[in-house]
């Protein structure tokens, strides 16, 4: 039973965190961004794109994709509890977003050592197309969060 309590522990702390990070993040909120999911190491996230976020070929411009991603990576890689910031992450855009979709971003630890740790992210529409995959490797301050 104790590790079931400790494993219960971490999740609501990492909840408490992420939802410490939503509080401040005025860029998240802007992008509708609601998180549905939160254990450690692991985020999932939820935006439908809007009209203004389209570029001149009524695509939305690659950076709501990516936006999307990295704010499930930074949710996911501060679980851990210690502020954790991306050193870089890399993007490809398997197919064309439109306005009126809904995007999921899955972000999950990969590998993590004390100060360095890896995230895969996956976004997908509603209907389960992957529509971006992200790569991105974080560090782990020795800044603990409040």
């Not at 909840?15 to 005025?26: E, K, L, N, P, T």
């Not at 995007?103 to 992210?121: F, M, P, Q």
């Amino acid at each position: 039973m104790p590790a079931q309590a400790d494993n219960e522990t971490a999740e609501q702390r990492a909840r408490q965190i992420v939802d410490q990070m939503m509080a401040r993040d005025a860029f998240s909120r802007w992008l509708g961004i609601e998180v549905l999911e939160v254990t450690p190491g692991r985020a999932v996230v939820r935006m439908t794109v809007r009209p203004e976020m389209l570029n001149g070929f009524a695509v939305a411009h690659g950076g709501i994709a990516f936006a999307l991603a990295d704010s499930a990576l930074a949710f996911a890689s501060n679980t851990c509890g210690m502020v954790t910031m991306t050193l870089e992450s890399s993007i490809f855009f398997a197919t064309p977003v439109r306005a009126g979709d809904v995007l999921t971003a899955t972000a999950e630890e990969t590998s993590a050592g004390n100060r360095v740790a890896l995230y895969d992210v996956v976004v997908t529409r509603a209907d389960g197309t992957r529509v971006a995959f992200v790569r991105g490797t974080a560090y782990r301050t020795k800044q603990a969060h409040d």
